[in-house]
């Protein structure tokens, strides 16, 4: 899910992996070739409450849709396509259960991305190829690490019980995210070192 947590996993960095909220989402920087902004929370996962983890979490899950929607167009690895589709069907319904749980204390959450994770959508998009495919299965692992921190935060220490319930169930969807995204980072980046040693050696 999208970035907005980096802020936070950087304030309790000494204390805890990336356990700043991160909604779906955590982006290098564009200097890298990545596509979504870094994670922007001004309060850390110990002291943010459950509505603004409800609220950062569905900005993430709408850039989650978003990101993997595009990269179902442009990806060219069938195991980064098969990723995408997997972001886009998992979290457009984690995107209603959150409604539905939000719904429940009349929490308003967002219905669209924030203006940092448009930009970094502009960025993306902007990438073709096999640097788009890299970019997205790198962001995709970077995301859910953080997410897993934040979302396993919530669910052992968040107060509201319809969102710490969400949070409870949407774990072992994010893990599942996580082992997919590393096998098609990991699969991408073999492919790429493969065709630059094969063009080292014609060279040579």
């Given at each position: 899910m999208t970035k907005q947590w980096k802020y936070a996993a950087t304030a309790v960095s000494c204390a805890f992996f990336w356990v700043g909220l991160a909604a779906f989402a955590a982006i290098p920087a564009p200097s890298?070739?990545?596509?979504?902004?870094t994670a922007k929370t001004k309060t850390t996962a110990?002291?943010?409450?459950d509505a603004d983890f409800a609220k950062a979490a569905a900005e993430g899950g709408i850039a989650e849709v978003k990101f993997g929607e595009l990269a179902e167009d442009k990806a060219l690895s069938k195991t980064v396509k098969d990723l995408s589709q997997r972001m886009v069907d998992d979290h457009t319904k984690a995107d209603d259960s959150l409604k539905t749980a939000a719904s429940?204390?009349?929490?308003?959450?967002?219905?669209?991305m924030n203006t940092k994770d448009q930009a970094a959508y502009a960025r993306l998009s902007e990438l073709s190829?096999?640097?788009?495919?890299?970019?997205y299965a790198r962001d995709?692992?970077?995301d859910h690490e953080a997410d897993i921190a934040a979302f396993r935060h919530e669910a052992n220490d968040g107060k509201d019980a319809s969102i710490k319930s969400f949070a409870e169930q949407t774990l072992a969807t994010l893990e599942d995210h996580l082992k997919m995204a590393r096998q098609a980072l990991e699969s991408v980046s073999s492919k790429t070192s493969a065709k630059t040693t094969?063009?080292?050696k014609k060279q040579s």
């Open positions: 890298s070739g990545s596509a979504k902004s110990v002291t943010m409450s429940k204390d009349n929490i308003s959450i967002p219905a669209q190829g096999a640097a788009f495919d890299r970019a995709m692992v970077r094969k063009t080292i």
